[in-house]
């Protein structure tokens, strides 16, 4: 979608659909369409009055304007309760308003700046805000689709109009981080859409080459003989029952100086999930191709990065493999010596996330860095205890933590914090060895948490579990059914965030 931004007034723009929002329960117009609405006759003010239009967040309205203005089609669609207005409501509005158009088979839209009137967020933010919402309301997937359909409409061009000239530098730069943002995410979803046989951890190393030719990106690749070297007892045992090789992928972005201590982000990189010895059940198994979302989104961080050329030094690490049951596959009561050299006993092989990302965490330390998030589809639990409007968030920094909470704020990908107090280890004690890897079935995503905790030595840490948000079931607007990509928008504005506190 090419998306623009100029200076103009609704009432005056040549499109085939003027997108205008409106707030739930008034009986006017907004004020700043009045002028717009007189020339319709009063038309805005009648789908007011006739309750045809009522302004409940995400209800549309679609009229035509007859030549009585340039634009052919002007589209109403609800931002809600004015005084509960959000910047994930704008996103939601246009997410609604892009599939709207594609439906009627319009080419181009325009829009004016959704709660500008209202919101105290700034032009940069509601601009990305509409084009995140725009482009990921526009996202479908048709890699493997071999005839047409009639889904296949796109919109090609979307225009931001702005009134105040003064605001037109900040509107552009929202579409830029806007853009980046949302083609990250919906690489994302490509990438988890894609199926296991396609999407395999050698497959993965192919994606970090591409990534790996921006601009200050560099490509490191462990092999399995190198990860032996280096003693990754937990991402070999994963991968000891799969025929894909395991790759343990580092990816640095240097947009500031190598000596600045780096901002280290971990994925879980698992590309398929069978459960290996602890088989799980079908039901429902083919949505683990997308057990590897944690480090599809890390590579697609590390991308936005060097696209917006953000001046910091951003280390992405990806431990792939798959997980599957064989022969020479890792069995419930194995022991793992992992690459911190911590034993760890196997008694359950479906919990393999946390022992690839304990070699992850692990190998982040050495790079000495100022802090490590990581990222991963963890645990069950977390769906059980947050559903799917949340990201489970544990760590040992609060400040760490309250950045990434105003993050999620902003972008939409919220985080709800759960406890992560010493009693937990309790339950990941081991007879044989200094842990195990599961700690039974109370307050799963806690001690999931807990023993990742034990691989990060002092560094500053936060773990986010995304099993309960990277799948939908249901079509929202501006995220489809299917992989979802939640985190990878959460990470750009924290890193966004970062340069913006950097710059003050």
Not at 21 to 32: I, R, V
Not at 234 to 244: C, D, F, K, W, Y
Not at 292 to 298: D, F, K, R, S, Y
Not at 321 to 330: D, F, K, L, Y
Request: glycine share 10%.
């Amino acid at each position: 979608m090419n998306i623009q931004v100029k200076p103009g007034k609704p009432e005056e723009v040549t499109t085939d659909v003027l997108i205008l929002g409106g707030y739930q329960d008034e009986t006017e117009p907004m004020a700043s369409v009045h002028s717009l609405d007189r020339r319709l006759g009063g038309l805005l003010t009648e789908l007011r009055r006739s309750h045809e239009f009522e302004g409940k967040l995400n209800q549309t309205a679609l009229v035509h304007t007859r030549g009585a203005i340039p634009a052919k089609r002007i589209l109403l669609v609800g931002l809600g309760k004015k005084d509960k207005l959000g910047l994930d409501h704008v996103r939601q509005a246009m997410g609604t308003a892009i599939k709207r158009i594609r439906q009627i088979g319009a080419p181009s839209g325009a829009a004016v700046l959704l709660g500008v009137d209202q919101l105290a967020s700034s032009i940069v933010a509601i601009a990305q805000a509409m084009v995140e919402g725009a482009l990921l309301g526009s996202y479908r997937f048709t890699a493997y689709r071999t005839e047409p359909s009639d889904n296949d409409k796109t919109v090609k061009r979307l225009t931001l109009l702005v009134e105040d000239s003064g605001h037109l530098a900040d509107a552009k730069e929202g579409v830029r981080r806007g853009h980046v943002a949302g083609e990250a995410t919906a690489y994302v979803r490509d990438l988890c859409n894609h199926p296991a046989n396609v999407m395999t951890p050698t497959r993965m190393v192919a994606e970090a080459k591409s990534v790996a030719k921006e601009r200050g990106v560099r490509l490191t690749v462990l092999d399995r003989r190198q990860q032996e070297k280096l003693g990754m007892g937990g991402l070999l045992g994963v991968a000891r029952g799969s025929h894909e090789p395991p790759q343990f992928i580092i990816l640095e972005y240097t947009g500031a100086p190598k000596k600045e201590r780096p901002i280290v982000l971990v994925g879980k990189t698992v590309t398929f999930d069978s459960g290996g010895i602890s088989l799980k059940p079908s039901e429902n198994m083919e949505q683990m191709k997308a057990d590897m979302t944690g480090g599809a989104e890390v590579l697609a961080t590390v991308r936005a990065a060097a696209r917006l050329q953000l001046p910091l030094h951003v280390i992405g690490i990806l431990p792939a493999t798959e997980n599957m049951p064989g022969g020479r596959a890792m069995k419930p009561g194995d022991i793992l010596t992992m690459l911190s050299g911590k034993t760890v006993e196997v008694q359950n092989t479906d919990a393999e996330g946390r022992l690839i990302l304990a070699d992850g965490l692990a190998y982040a330390t050495r790079l000495k860095p100022a802090c490590i998030v990581d990222v991963a589809t963890l645990t069950g639990a977390c769906m059980v205890a947050l559903g799917q409007f949340a990201i489970g968030m544990l760590g040992n920094d609060e400040p760490l933590k309250s950045q990434l909470k105003t993050a999620g704020e902003q972008s939409g990908e919220r985080v709800w914090e759960m406890p992560l107090w010493d009693e937990y280890f309790e339950q990941l004690k081991s007879d044989v060895a200094d842990m195990r890897n599961i700690g039974g079935r109370p307050a799963g995503m806690i001690t999931a948490a807990m023993f990742l905790s034990k691989f990060v030595e002092e560094y500053p840490w936060v773990h986010l579990d995304i099993a309960s948000t990277d799948w939908s079931t249901t079509e929202r607007p501006y995220i489809g059914k299917g992989p979802t990509g939640i985190g990878t928008r959460l990470l750009i504005q924290y890193l966004l965030n970062c340069v913006d506190e950097k710059g003050r």
